[in-house]
């Protein structure tokens, strides 16, 4: 599994334990925007692309039953949508973010980040 490079804007999301920890989110571009995952055991993220799995004809859906994190090799089959889902660097524990409004930040607050692609 290899590493690809995401576009994408951060925000600050609070844990239940009431400390602030930084987490990013992707906007739609034409429409589609990568859809973010982390891992339910270890927080590692992943970026998943509609048109990669359109092009390609492999569905994460499908293919994630059968792959393992590259970072704590625990089964994928029960990755969780991110930023929705995030694990707290204070507690360890998963906690929940909600965007509260669909607005697309302006480009230059963008930055560039890491992501996982289990479809490579």
Known sequence: MKKIQVRCW??????????????????????????LF???????????????????????KQEKQSLCCPECNQSLANV???PNNFRCETTGQLDRYERPTRDIPPDNESIVREFWNPLS
């Open 10 to 35: 951060k925000t600050t999301a609070q844990c239940a334990d009431g400390s602030q920890q930084t987490v990013v989110f992707t906007v739609p571009d034409f429409g589609y925007a990568l859809q």
């Open 80 to 82: 969780l949508p991110y």
């Open 38 to 60: 982390t891992c339910a055991n270890c927080g590692a993220l992943f970026a998943v692309s509609p048109d990669e799995e359109f092009y390609t004809k492999r569905e994460f």
